[in-house]
């Protein structure tokens, strides 16, 4: 029997911002059982829900259009579908919308390899020019080590910045628009970037909210579009 692979676009903000992957994870499974949707099980010792997620957001990182598969094994008009998900989520982690892609498809964490984030910085005295001369300063050296849970990792930037920051002033800060190349070897956090950038002693500037607005599929000949 086949599968119904509906794709839902949802966000994580506010206070759920704070949640883990795993926890996202629960909370959506939950949503999709209070929904009461005919979700598929997987096969074996341990059945569990089919589903399937795009890239893991850090936690703290809001999402404005994060992405998840939800294996249907019958067939559920998307609309319904979406409007059954919305009542039965929190609206901080709320469906936005729905549809059905093919099974042929690429898996969501291994095809979404590019991320489009937002960096509002604050730090008193700060100025659009000063944010853009240190990031600049960063991608000039090439590569950045960056320690997390006890490992290092180095990024090669002119590969994990596919297009150069965008540097602007808004009400209350500077905001960092950045572009991210994902892949399995890990991506590049916005806020180890940031934090590279600046010297607590010359340039203080702290990172107070980070969002990531997209999340694109990178095709073999470089042009980028949503999973949805």
Excluded: N
């Excluded at 009542?87 to 964490?109: G, T, W």
């Excluded at 180095?154 to 950045?178: A, N, Q, T, W």
């Excluded at 694109?216 to 949805?228: N, T």
């Amino acid at each position: 029997m086949r599968d119904f692979r509906l794709r839902v676009c949802y966000r994580k903000a506010g206070r759920l911002r704070f949640l883990s992957h795993l926890e996202v994870v629960h909370a959506l499974e939950r949503a999709v059982r209070r929904a009461k949707l005919p979700y598929s099980v997987t096969k074996g010792f341990s059945p569990h829900m089919k589903i399937a997620f795009g890239p893991a957001l850090p936690v703290g990182t809001a999402g404005e259009r994060e992405y998840v598969d939800v294996f249907l094994s019958g067939y559920t008009e998307p609309e319904e579908a979406l409007h059954r998900l919305v009542k039965a989520s929190p609206e901080d982690l709320a469906p936005v919308e729905a549809r059905y892609v093919a099974e042929r498809e690429p898996a969501l964490a291994a095809a979404a390899t590019i991320a489009y984030y937002e960096v509002r910085i604050e730090g008193e005295g700060l100025t659009e020019q000063e944010v853009r001369s240190a990031l600049e300063r960063v991608v000039a050296r090439g590569e950045l080590s960056v320690e997390h849970k006890g490992k290092t990792k180095v990024f090669d930037l002119p590969h994990s910045l596919p297009k150069e920051p965008c540097v602007r002033s808004s009400s209350g800060g500077i905001v960092v628009e950045l572009v991210v190349r994902m892949g399995q070897q890990g991506s590049l956090r916005p806020d180890a970037l940031l934090t590279a950038a600046f010297d607590p002693a010359t340039r203080p500037g702290v990172v107070a909210t980070t969002t990531r607005r997209d999340t694109l599929i990178e095709s073999d000949e470089g042009v980028w579009s949503r999973p949805l």
